[in-house]
């Protein structure tokens, strides 16, 4: 069988099937169906042409980031599409297996969601692996975003509970304010967040309406301490607003921001120890806004290759879906981006950076 690409030798028949199928030679280089692989991400070039691989192709970002191409970054070993290759390849059956594929292309980068099934398969004494891949991005983006507001008024509510706890013990009127004063903008950010679902809904069927809205900065970022003081992952830890925080005006949808920045503090909390803070701050920068979440914790090599998928979590099934739902609502809807940096040294800071823009 000729391993040029697009070979004729191969049935035409799986041109034309709803799912893309290629042909790998021992290398893992496509041999066949590179048309149909760069139609999944809407190329119509490859995303570099000196290798053939899967991540090659699509212009996947850890291929290109990569002297050696497609399978050969560390994060490769992470990728279900090269999972699935080399486990086939070693065990001679079929393998399936979900993969997200991070793809640039004219210096954009976007992601799909992809199930490949790879599969071993001789000719002529010449061994292949047979690859069928389908796009999944939109199931797996509606059940995401069902999931994403649940998780997220559940961490509301949390610390609704847990601000209701300490006014029991509470003896004298102004701490009793107090606490009642913390209740009252933990009960109104949880209505928020219920019309934030509703919103979302639309986002699906195209229907959203990002509502920006005055805001201050200060204000915005005490009210994500305020919500996540009293909640069971802040259990004897702190979480602070950094003192240095101006207080200034820019225009943003304060309901999705609040959301991302709850999210990369409950997380952060979450990964502290007792008696450790976290640490939240807030400054402008010409015509950017950024936002940042500090804690003492590093997140391991493995997990900052994920961290922003789907489906990846280390608390278990269902769980993934608080760094995803930060990067969707960061970038789909602010128009903004999310970054972070985890090393021994330093701790982890997560920053949420923001066009600046006053009404």
Known sequence: MSSKPDSPAFPDVLRKIPVAIALLDENR?????RERLLELVGRTTPGRSDFSGLGDLVGCVNSLASEGGCGTSEACALCGAFCAISQSATTQTAITRECRIRHE????VNDVDLSVTAAPYETSGTHYTLLTVQDISSEKRRRALERVFFH???NLAGGLAGLAGVLR??????EQGEMLSAMEQSARSLLDEIDAQRQLADAERGELAVRPVKTEARSLISQVA??????????ERQIVVESATAAFEFEVDA???RRVLVNIAKNALEAS???QTVTLAARRGGDRVTFTVHNSGVIPAEVQHQLFQRSFSTK??????GTYSVRLLTEQYLQGNVSFTSTEHDGTLFSVDLPFTVG
């Open 273 to 275: 120890r007792p008696g």
């Open 316 to 321: 278990g099934d269902g769980r993934g879906l």
């Open 152 to 154: 997220d008024i559940t």
């Open 255 to 257: 309901t999705l921001l």
């Open 105 to 108: 292309s004219e210096s954009v």
């Open 169 to 174: 013990s509470v003896r004298t009127p102004d």
């Open 226 to 235: 305020d919500a996540l003081r009293y909640h069971s992952a802040a259990t």
């Open 29 to 33: 280089q496509v041999v066949f169906g």
